[in-house]
């Protein structure tokens, strides 16, 4: 009989235990993959990859109990040997090889990719089709360290202001946007759709919590198969009741950033500087009417101006280049959009209908997030739904719970992937996106 009594400490080292729990000259063991050899001769260096980057070790002839030929490229080890301090060594630190224990072997004799080139020359397409041999390249994997940090962040932050995290359906009997971009699926002999956003159920769950938000994958079948467009992606959402104003939902994001920044830089530094990636200052966003930035950038850069009701991506470039030129900013929020472009529960401008009390934000060009205050009142959703000639089947539980009662409220939908590949410098959406589904790709 054998009991489970909590964590079991292992006798193998991490990278942090060996830079404040060991001494120079302390005998330790350690594991990880062979990231590549660098075989001089009578030394060799064994550079050994670990969930926390590098580990160089160092295989003498003398004073090594194995020979260094049984050691391949890729295979897992474990190893016992000295503690040595090296500056020019990650880390500032390196073992001195005694034994090694093979863990596993590689069965090709060759790596599909050059995983050990600090950057991957190879084509998007290559990395993609070998996705889980691209991302054990050092600056590969950094991109999804940062990217953890943003939904770190983003769980980190909102429990800091009382949100309650949800978990909602993604499958579902109705989109919660409407349109032709929706995933049809039968369940169980039932038409279905795969979920657009969780937007009716972070609304009724307003009713319950007053404040929820929900990091999880959407699907949209847009057929796009541009840079910026992904079929499946995560979005990171939040909706919030007893708000003054869709400017409260505004002020909350600018807060996740200004959180998200400060987390990044203290607990991601080794991952930032792999990237190289410079900060937004987000101690302040600007905010901009839709009419009146989309006149002004069409005036200062020359732009004719094709869509009245919705900014193109030419458009939000120009925006993007006006905010950082006349404000400082890489963010700017684009408010008011026209309700001709916004789902029925968007609510309307009270000074003006043809408006919505909704937004945009723009990072560096590139629309990351839209957001806005909801209708509230049942009978006002009611008529918006009827105005668009819209069907209400599929809605029952949705408009049941506005029926008895909801507070004024309003929420966001961050794109995880548009937000990380802004925020590194990545010109494509799939870069930053573990195993992308797109118009062509359903692997690996």
């Known amino acids: 009989m054998e009991f489970m009594t909590g964590v079991k400490k292992k006798e193998t080292k991490e990278i942090t235990e060996l830079l404040t729990g060991c001494a120079e000259g302390e005998v330790v063991k350690i594991n990880g993959a062979v990231h590549v050899i660098r075989d001089m001769g009578t030394v060799a260096f064994v550079i050994l990859r670990k969930r926390e980057g590098l580990l160089q070790c160092v ?11 049984t050691i391949k490229e890729a295979a897992t080890l474990e190893v016992t040997g000295v503690l040595k301090q090296n ?3 990650p880390n500032g630190i390196e073992i001195t090889m005694q ?19 600090w950057k991957l020359n190879t084509s998007l397409e290559a990395k993609l089709n070998y996705r889980s041999i691209a991302l054990r390249n050092i600056r590969e994997r950094a991109k999804f360290r940062i990217q953890e940090g943003l939904t770190r962040a983003f769980r980190d932050f909102l429990y800091s202001q009382e949100f309650t995290e949800i978990h909602t359906p993604k499958i579902g009997a109705k989109g919660a946007e409407g349109g032709a971009n929706i995933f049809k699926l039968e369940y169980f002999h039932r038409p279905a759709v795969l979920a657009q956003s969780p937007q009716f159920y972070k609304q009724m769950m307003v009713g319950v919590f007053d404040r929820v938000f929900e990091t ?10 541009t840079k910026r467009h992904l079929n499946e992606y995560t979005s990171l959402d939040f909706e919030m009741g007893y708000i ?12 996740y950033l200004q959180y998200a920044m400060k987390l990044l830089q203290k607990e991601y530094a080794k991952e930032l500087k ?16 839709f009419h009146d930035i989309k006149e002004i950038v069409s005036e200062k850069y020359g732009h004719k101006m094709r869509n009245p009701f919705d900014l193109e991506p030419e458009e939000e470039q120009l925006i993007g280049k006006y905010a950082k030129e006349e404000w400082g900013s890489d963010f700017v929020f684009v408010t ?27 990072f560096k060009g590139l629309e990351i997030t839209t957001g806005g205050q909801r209708i509230h009142d049942y009978q006002k959703l009611i008529e918006k739904i009827e105005a668009r000639g819209m069907e209400t089947d599929g809605m029952d539980q949705y408009l049941a719970t506005f029926r008895h009662g909801m507070p004024p409220h309003g929420g966001i939908g961050i794109g995880l992937e548009r937000l990380t590949m802004q925020l590194i410098g990545e010109d494509n959406v799939r870069e930053t996106t573990l195993f992308p589904r797109d118009l062509s790709r359903l692997e690996p």
């Open 59 to 69: 295989y003498e002839k003398e004073t090594a109990e194995f020979d260094i030929k």
């Open 87 to 89: 500056e020019k060594a």
């Open 99 to 117: 034994k090694v224990e093979i863990l596993s072997e590689p069965e090709a004799e060759m790596m599909p990719l050059a995983i050990s080139k």
């Open 216 to 225: 999880a994958p959407v699907f949209r079948a847009e057929k796009h198969n």
């Open 244 to 255: 003054d104003g869709f400017e409260d939902i505004m002020a909350m994001e600018t807060g």
């Open 274 to 289: 792999i990237l190289g990636v410079e900060f937004p200052d987000v101690s302040r966003i600007p905010a901009v009417r």
């Open 336 to 362: 008011h959009y026209p309700s001709k472009k916004r789902p029925f529960y968007a609510m309307d401008d009270p000074e003006d209908s043809k408006y919505t009390l909704s937004f945009d934000l723009l």
